[in-house]
């Protein structure tokens, strides 16, 4: 008898489901990028956090229209997120049905 693990039946590579409210969530922290690394965009994440800093260092560096303007992209690229998120999660839900359905 051989001993099978936990998760034969899911395929390493795919990750466990998103949780929608998870996601708008931690868009609430959007300055940290957590939305989009939760949701594997780890580049869209680290732009998040680049931004973020440089606010933070015009800030720092008392460069209020430089600070301005990145908090104004930060809050921009924040409201398109509450849209991206909504699309993000139905591709991946679309991928998921398409993958049981060649099981």
Same mark, same amino acid.
């Given at each position: ?10 395929? @390493? ?10 996601? *708008? ?17 780890? /580049? !869209? $994440?680290?732009? *998040? /956090?680049?931004?973020?800093?440089? $606010? !933070? ?20 690229? $924040?409201? *398109? #997120?509450? !849209?991206?998120? $909504?699309? /993000?999660?139905?591709? @991946?839900?679309?991928? #998921?049905?398409?993958?049981?359905? /060649?099981?």
């Amino acid at each position: 008898m051989t001993a099978t693990p936990k998760n034969a039946e899911r395929p @390493a590579d795919r990750m466990p489901p998103k949780r929608r409210r998870i996601a *708008y969530a931690l868009l609430a922290a959007f300055p940290l990028g957590l939305h989009r690394q939760y949701l594997g965009d780890r /580049r !869209g $994440a680290w732009a *998040y /956090r680049n931004c973020a800093l440089m $606010a !933070g260092i015009a800030w720092w560096l008392q460069r209020p229209a430089a600070f301005w303007v990145l908090l104004a992209l930060l809050a921009a690229f $924040a409201a *398109y #997120d509450i !849209g991206w998120i $909504a699309r /993000r999660l139905a591709a @991946a839900g679309a991928a #998921d049905a398409a993958e049981a359905g /060649r099981r």
